[in-house]
């Protein structure tokens, strides 16, 4: 069983940044498929960035150039630093972690067994 937790959300204005993480407990973050995701009130979850268990990234197109996704294997965390931020960026944001997801289903949420709670992001314009 993984349990997975995330910190940093919070209220910035547009153009800023912030940082999320997300603690694993129960595996070793690399021999997962890990990713972030986001929903906004009204929508449906949408992949953001995920990463293979080596360590591989991909983003989304309105993500790309913007947010990073990285990780610490020693601290077993996962982090996603998002910049430039926009107030469409904003929603509750969910990391994810499966022990196999095919490629072509990385951005999809039900492809992804463990999640967050979610921690919420907001920016203002």
């Known amino acids: 069983e993984v349990q997975l937790a995330e910190f940093g959300g919070g209220s910035v204005q547009s153009g800023g940044s912030l940082r999320l993480s997300c603690t694993a407990s129960?595996?070793?973050?690399?021999?997962?498929?890990m990713g972030w995701f986001r929903q906004a009130p009204g929508k449906e979850r949408e992949g953001v960035a995920v990463?293979?268990?080596?360590?591989?990234?991909r983003y989304a197109d309105s993500v790309k150039g913007r947010f990073t996704i990285s990780r610490d294997n020693a601290k077993n965390t996962l982090y996603l630093q998002m910049n430039s931020l926009k107030p469409e960026d904003t929603a509750m944001y969910y990391c994810?972690?499966?022990?196999?997801?095919?490629?072509?289903?990385?951005?999809?949420?039900?492809?992804?067994?463990?999640w967050g709670q979610g921690t919420q992001v907001t920016v203002s314009s």
């Open positions: 990463i293979t268990s080596s360590g591989i990234p």
């Open positions: 994810a972690a499966d022990p196999f997801v095919v490629g072509t289903r990385m951005f999809n949420s039900d492809a992804y067994k463990y």
């Open positions: 129960g595996r070793t973050i690399s021999t997962l498929y």
